[in-house]
């Protein structure tokens, strides 16, 4: 394709000819649709607060007052859309020596945006209330089977629209209008640095999701505090014996009052979650206060009342 061609040696803005890149146009139609919904969506807010639906009925005549407005204050003051006028972007006169939109351009494009939309949008109510009427069946037998033409040509319209990146819109191709940029545009430098950044740490989180499933950060998290809170021997033998009332009221792991109690063969209580769930993580797990061993999940039993 020649114009992409030249698109990519004069760094995306513009090629020889002085077309606007594609996406440049459809992003400025795709701006014109987004502002029409919020105008409508600000409108809507003033009827809030009365009875559900009362715009309903209304609601075509609505959307072609606020394309009329939208038309008073884009094209027909500037011979530009709102969407265009954000992206540096007008409408071009091909047809005549001057660049800007006569003024039989501006009202047939008002015609098309506003006339067209209006009738497409209303005419399931116009034909279901005139359809008794043969005059206006066939009327509208003629209008559907030129919407479906309309189309057609408007899908055709696109593809070369893709080709050659003029015309964007079948109307736009019938009046002679294409978009141009409203100031000429300098040369865009294209910086890949962000993208590269983004691209590696990108592949560094992808890379520690697949690693971190294979270490199991709760037997090393044990292993240090076996190391560096290792209770005394002495101490330990002490606690293995002796099993007091206080040690019934709290968990030797999470330190609250044991749910479900069990013991592992020394004086100390846990609750079956806490020494189950570490048992299973880590098989080398010991009693955190006295380092008695569990060895295995046999030895995880109800406690035996042994107070003294």
Not at 70 to 94: C, D, H, P
Not at 129 to 134: A, G
């Amino acid at each position: 394709m020649a114009a992409s061609t030249e698109e990519g040696r004069k760094g995306g803005t513009v090629d020889s000819k002085g077309i606007v890149l594609r996406v440049t146009q459809l992003d400025s139609s795709q701006l014109d649709g987004e502002l029409h919904q919020l105008l409508k969506a600000q409108f809507y807010r003033i009827f809030r607060f009365l009875k559900p639906g009362i715009l309903a009925y209304i609601e075509p005549e609505l959307n072609a007052l606020l394309r009329l407005l939208t038309w008073q204050f884009s094209i027909n003051a500037v011979g530009a859309t709102l969407g265009q006028r954000m992206m540096n972007l007008k409408y071009n006169n091909e047809k005549l020596v001057t660049s800007d939109l006569v003024k039989s351009q501006r009202y047939l494009y008002a015609c098309v945006l506003i006339g067209a939309k209006w009738l497409q949008e209303r005419s399931a109510d116009l034909s279901s209330s005139t359809n008794h009427i043969q005059a206006f069946k066939l009327m509208w037998k003629a209008i559907y089977l030129l919407e479906k033409l309309f189309s057609i040509a408007s899908l055709v319209n696109f593809l070369v629209f893709l080709q050659d990146g003029r015309y964007q819109f079948l109307h736009e191709r019938i009046l002679g209008i294409r978009a141009e940029f409203a100031q000429r545009q300098s040369i865009r430098q294209v910086s890949f640095e962000f993208m590269t950044r983004e691209l590696l740490w990108h592949g560094f989180a992808e890379f520690l999701f697949f690693l971190l499933p294979f270490i199991n950060f709760q037997r090393i998290r044990n292993f240090v505090q076996r190391q560096l809170f290792r209770p005394s021997q002495i101490a330990s033998s002490q606690h293995r014996l002796k099993r007091h009332s206080s040690h019934y009221t709290e968990c030797g792991i999470c330190g609250e009052w044991p749910t479900t109690p069990r013991e592992i063969g020394c004086c100390h209580v846990f609750c079956y979650y806490c020494i189950q769930s570490n048992f299973l993580a880590d098989p080398s797990y010991t009693c955190p206060l006295c380092s008695q061993p569990v060895e295995d999940v046999t030895n995880i039993r109800p406690i035996t009342c042994d107070v003294r």
